[in-house]
Protein backbone atom coordinates (compact mmCIF):
# COMPACT_ATOMS: atom_id res chain seq x y z
CA UNK A 1 0.00 0.00 0.00
CA UNK A 2 1.44 3.46 -0.72
CA UNK A 3 1.13 6.13 1.13
CA UNK A 4 -1.24 8.56 0.60
CA UNK A 5 -1.05 12.44 -0.11
CA UNK A 6 -3.51 13.08 2.91
CA UNK A 7 -1.13 11.12 5.21
CA UNK A 8 1.99 13.32 4.39
CA UNK A 9 0.40 16.40 4.17
CA UNK A 10 -0.74 15.29 7.86
CA UNK A 11 2.70 14.42 8.28
CA UNK A 12 4.46 18.19 7.65
CA UNK A 13 0.97 19.36 9.30
CA UNK A 14 2.26 17.55 12.80
CA UNK A 15 5.39 18.97 12.82
CA UNK A 16 4.60 22.58 11.82
CA UNK A 17 6.57 24.95 13.46
CA UNK A 18 9.91 23.54 13.66
CA UNK A 19 11.61 24.96 10.58
CA UNK A 20 10.77 25.17 6.62
CA UNK A 21 8.74 21.56 5.93
CA UNK A 22 9.14 20.13 2.59
CA UNK A 23 7.98 16.96 1.06
CA UNK A 24 9.41 14.87 -2.26
CA UNK A 25 8.14 11.89 -3.84
CA UNK A 26 10.79 9.30 -3.93
CA UNK A 27 10.27 5.60 -5.24
CA UNK A 28 6.71 5.89 -4.83
CA UNK A 29 7.14 6.77 -1.70
CA UNK A 30 7.99 10.04 0.78
CA UNK A 31 10.82 11.96 1.96
CA UNK A 32 10.05 14.68 4.20
CA UNK A 33 12.86 17.42 4.69
CA UNK A 34 13.03 19.96 7.81
CA UNK A 35 15.59 22.98 6.45
CA UNK A 36 16.68 21.22 3.52
CA UNK A 37 17.66 17.94 5.44
CA UNK A 38 15.94 14.70 4.96
CA UNK A 39 14.79 13.48 8.15
CA UNK A 40 11.23 11.87 7.67
CA UNK A 41 10.88 8.96 5.04
CA UNK A 42 6.90 7.80 5.24
CA UNK A 43 6.21 4.38 3.83
CA UNK A 44 3.01 2.79 3.39
CA UNK A 45 1.06 5.37 5.83
CA UNK A 46 4.37 4.96 8.38
CA UNK A 47 7.04 7.51 9.27
CA UNK A 48 10.01 6.49 9.85
CA UNK A 49 13.38 7.79 11.47
CA UNK A 50 16.86 6.79 11.70
CA UNK A 51 17.98 5.34 14.76
CA UNK A 52 20.44 7.50 16.21
CA UNK A 53 21.88 7.53 19.13
CA UNK A 54 20.81 11.57 20.23
CA UNK A 55 17.18 10.01 20.32
CA UNK A 56 17.63 6.50 21.20
CA UNK A 57 16.61 7.51 25.25
CA UNK A 58 13.48 9.26 23.77
CA UNK A 59 12.70 6.55 21.47
CA UNK A 60 13.37 3.87 23.76
CA UNK A 61 9.54 2.43 23.58
CA UNK A 62 9.06 3.05 19.87
CA UNK A 63 8.22 0.56 17.80
CA UNK A 64 10.58 -0.15 14.59
CA UNK A 65 10.59 -1.26 11.20
CA UNK A 66 11.91 -1.29 8.13
CA UNK A 67 10.72 1.18 5.38
CA UNK A 68 11.31 -0.63 2.39
CA UNK A 69 13.25 -3.77 1.43
CA UNK A 70 16.56 -3.67 1.98
CA UNK A 71 16.97 -1.02 4.55
CA UNK A 72 18.33 -0.63 8.18
CA UNK A 73 16.24 -1.00 10.86
CA UNK A 74 14.47 3.07 12.02
CA UNK A 75 12.09 3.66 14.48
CA UNK A 76 8.36 4.52 13.50
CA UNK A 77 7.34 7.92 14.95
CA UNK A 78 4.15 8.52 16.41
CA UNK A 79 2.98 11.00 14.23
CA UNK A 80 -0.37 11.58 16.21
CA UNK A 81 1.50 13.03 19.60
CA UNK A 82 2.15 16.02 17.61
CA UNK A 83 4.61 17.68 20.38
CA UNK A 84 6.86 14.76 21.07
CA UNK A 85 6.98 14.30 17.21
CA UNK A 86 8.48 17.99 17.06
CA UNK A 87 11.28 17.48 19.74
CA UNK A 88 12.38 14.16 18.00
CA UNK A 89 12.63 15.89 14.68
CA UNK A 90 14.52 18.58 15.68
CA UNK A 91 17.01 16.21 17.74
CA UNK A 92 17.37 14.22 14.20
CA UNK A 93 17.76 17.58 12.23
CA UNK A 94 20.51 18.86 14.28
CA UNK A 95 22.91 15.56 13.40
CA UNK A 96 21.67 15.31 10.12
CA UNK A 97 23.76 16.64 6.82
CA UNK A 98 22.60 18.59 3.93
CA UNK A 99 22.28 16.65 1.30
CA UNK A 100 25.38 17.19 -1.40
CA UNK A 101 24.60 18.72 -4.49
CA UNK A 102 24.14 16.55 -7.59
CA UNK A 103 26.66 16.69 -10.35
CA UNK A 104 25.22 17.69 -13.66
Do not use: W
Amino acid sequence: MATTIEYIEYVCEQINGIGEIRYKKMFGEYMVYVNDKPVIIVCDNTAFVKKLPCIEKEMKEAQTGYPYKGAKEHYILDIDNAEFCKSIIMEVEKVTPLPKPRKK
